[in-house]
């Protein structure tokens, strides 16, 4: 059926949005062609004039930022090309936005700005950059969870805050670290807050998991928790002898002896299960 023969049919709207759309689409890729244009442009500007008074590292970072976001601004328009996906439109603008923005700070930041914090404090600003966008997605995305969790979107929600609230303490913790503490007991700090988060979410969701049946594996948990702890101890009193490889490798070794010890529970409550079945 050709398209005007499908115009004069009852469906006469019909072809004037498959038009509409097509001429929008071509529209895009008009725009799409200036906006990387209008990209080189900038770039042959930057280092016809600018470049000169920038070390190599720097020119690059501008550069590699600059393509970034021209790439998000195309990705935002073309966002809601896709029909089945026109309601969702907003949801994936805000998503590239926040993506390419946190993908050209950490490419920008430490070039031009990181030389004047610390270690501790660049990281800080990174967390929190990374925070930002992961907060900015579950906003926009939030609304769109399922309603038949009984409940779970609660749940769901709380680990949300949980997460990006221990996030939070933790660029707090290295932004204004005290000076008194070696680098070991900052460790030991941060794996503190892990144990209290792993805590409050296991409050969060035992509730949950005894209304719904499903609260199989917690000695998992606490084999992680008593591994968390185990390390804390370490790092805060022992540490401090033994230099980073040191540490390191004591870690490891932990973390396999940790490993072996769940695999011999998990298959020692494996066989006894299957001995249950046999009569």
């Not at 470049?51 to 690059?60: E, K, P, T």
């Not at 900015?136 to 995305?141: D, H, I, K, Q, T």
């Not at 928790?225 to 390191?248: D, G, H, I, R, S």
Request: charged fraction near 15%.
């Amino acid at each position: 059926m050709s398209e005007h023969e499908f115009a004069e049919g009852p469906q006469g709207k019909r072809p004037r949005s498959i038009l509409t759309r097509r001429v929008r689409q071509k529209l895009k890729q008009y725009v799409t062609v200036f906006l990387f244009m209008a990209w080189i442009g900038f770039v042959s500007v930057w280092l016809l004039m600018l470049a000169q008074d920038h070390d190599l590292i720097q020119n690059i970072a501008v550069v590699v930022s600059s393509f970034i976001m021209m790439c998000g601004l195309v990705g935002m328009m073309w966002a809601s090309t896709d029909s089945s996906a026109e309601r969702h439109a907003w949801r994936i603008s805000v998503s590239i936005l926040f993506g390419t923005g946190w993908l050209a700070f950490i490419v920008l930041w430490p070039a031009f700005y990181a030389g004047s914090y610390t270690l501790y404090q660049n990281v800080a600003l990174l967390i929190v950059a990374t925070v930002t966008a992961l907060l900015a997605n579950m906003l926009a995305w939030g609304s769109t969870a399922s309603r038949d969790m009984q409940g779970g979107v609660r749940q769901v929600g709380a680990t949300a805050v949980v997460f990006i609230g221990w996030c939070l303490f933790i660029a707090y913790w290295l932004w204004f670290e005290p000076v008194d503490l070696i680098w070991e007991r900052d460790v030991a700090v941060g794996i503190m807050s892990m144990i209290a988060g792993v805590l409050v979410l296991a409050a969060i969701w035992l509730p949950y998991g005894r209304r719904h049946g499903e609260i199989n594996g917690l000695w998992v948990i606490a084999l992680f928790l008593a591994w968390l702890a185990l390390l804390c101890v370490w790092f805060w009193f022992f540490a401090e002898p033994l230099n980073l490889y040191q540490n390191t490798a004591v870690t490891l070794i932990s973390l396999v002896i940790t490993g072996v010890i769940a695999a011999l529970v998990g298959r020692s409550r494996e066989f006894n299960i299957r001995d249950l079945s046999f009569d």
